[in-house]
């Protein structure tokens, strides 16, 4: 029996809920599975945290979180009480970069039961791999004077070794799909940054000489997600344009409540941390009604991480009986709730193993 430590930060919102239900759904993957177990540790680190305690994690927290295999989060953000960048910067972002979390990696598909909003959507099934730790959000500016003659400088950094890392990776990826890379750049606008990214990537594809390849300017990259998304594979993206694209991709499957992603430190040294692309959802927060099925398949993405590829795809398999089967929430217009969808995503894993 291989037992798994696994540090849960369920944050504000919403994550408190899906947290618990995906919780729900892995343990039963679990006793299906036979052969491991999870040790889920609760880590009560949010917005309210920081309220009380003027930090949104502890100072040893790293530390703590150190010892885990994986981190599982749900969402972090309460916007009415603490400014976003404060939660983001003092919790995510702390543990994507002090745990050289530099792959953002987030799927989008086309699934068997769900709606997409695209009027005549052909099959499409691609990975966003986005930079995780450098590019346009950086720390490295400033503000000075004040009234109109007030000045914002902000530096995006890119580095050879974060650039070449994402691009080896997306490749890496492709060659267990479909052998196909697409970088985003934006080298006709941004001047010095993307025509070297575009270098980077003409190196790194030389050293995989079978793979097609193309490079497109994130504007029409972004059009050609509406218009024809099943011309991509494996996209790698900068960390601004890989997280605008990746709401899309959500939005193209039918709702971000239902897309994964998983910030990988890909040399297995720390704790990656697996999260949901949406947020903490404040508008139907405590309702009861959140969509379960992002953080579900995060927790798909956690399992495939740690080598249990079999079982990930059997809960993709049980979230598309669920959804075809009705069990929709509000924003895939159904009547579900999401207790009733963790039911029968744990009723169809049953039924499947
Ligand atoms: P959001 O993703 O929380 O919500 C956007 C819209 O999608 C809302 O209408 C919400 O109800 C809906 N939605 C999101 N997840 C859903 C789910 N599972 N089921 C059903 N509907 C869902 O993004 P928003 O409103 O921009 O941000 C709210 C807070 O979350 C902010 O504080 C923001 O900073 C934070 N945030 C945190 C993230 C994280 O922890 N990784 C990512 C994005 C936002
Ligand atoms: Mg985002």
Excluded at 218 to 231: C, R, S, Y
């Amino acid at each position: 029996m291989n037992k798994y430590e696994i540090a849960v930060i369920p944050g504000d919102g919403i994550g408190n809920e899906v947290v618990p239900a995906a919780i729900r759904v892995l343990d039963a993957v679990a006793e299906i599975h036979g052969g491991l177990s999870f040790q889920w540790t609760h880590f009560p680190w949010n917005c309210e945290y920081y309220l009380n305690h003027g930090q949104m994690m502890p100072e040893n927290g790293l530390e703590t979180l150190q010892n885990f295999n994986q981190i599982f989060l749900g969402a972090v953000g309460m916007p009415q009480l603490v400014p976003d960048h404060i939660s983001l910067w003092g919790l995510l972002i702390n543990i994507r970069r002090g745990f050289e979390q530099s792959i953002n990696v987030r799927p989008a598909k086309l699934l068997r039961g769900l709606e997409s909003p695209l009027k005549n959507p052909k099959e499409f099934d691609l990975v966003v791999v986005r930079e995780n730790s450098e590019g346009e959000y950086s720390e490295v500016g400033g503000r000075i004077h004040q009234g109109s003659d007030q000045i914002a400088i902000q530096n995006a950094v890119f580095t050879r070794k974060g650039t070449e890392r994402a691009m080896r990776y997306a490749f890496d990826l492709a060659k267990e799909r479909r052998g196909h890379v697409t970088s985003a750049t934006k080298s006709n606008g941004i001047s010095h940054s993307m025509p070297f990214w575009d270098d980077v990537f003409k190196d790194v594809q030389n050293d995989y000489p079978d793979f097609g390849t193309a490079s497109i300017h994130i504007d029409a990259l972004a059009a050609f997600f509406v218009m024809k998304p099943q011309i991509f594979d494996v996209i790698v993206a900068s960390n601004l344009f890989g997280d605008i694209l990746t709401d899309l991709g959500g939005a193209i499957m039918g709702s971000i409540g239902i897309a994964p992603a998983a910030n990988l430190n890909i040399e297995r040294k720390y704790p990656s941390m697996f999260e949901p692309v949406h947020g903490s959802a404040p508008d139907i927060a405590g309702q009861g009604v959140a969509n379960p099925i992002g953080q579900i398949w995060t927790g798909k993405m956690m399992l495939d991480f740690m080598g249990y590829q079999e079982i990930g795809a059997l809960i993709l398999d049980a979230i598309e009986d669920t959804l075809q089967s009705g069990g929709k929430t509000a924003d895939l217009g159904g009547r579900a709730n999401m207790a009733e969808v963790t039911d029968m995503m744990i009723h169809h894993l049953r039924k499947r193993a």
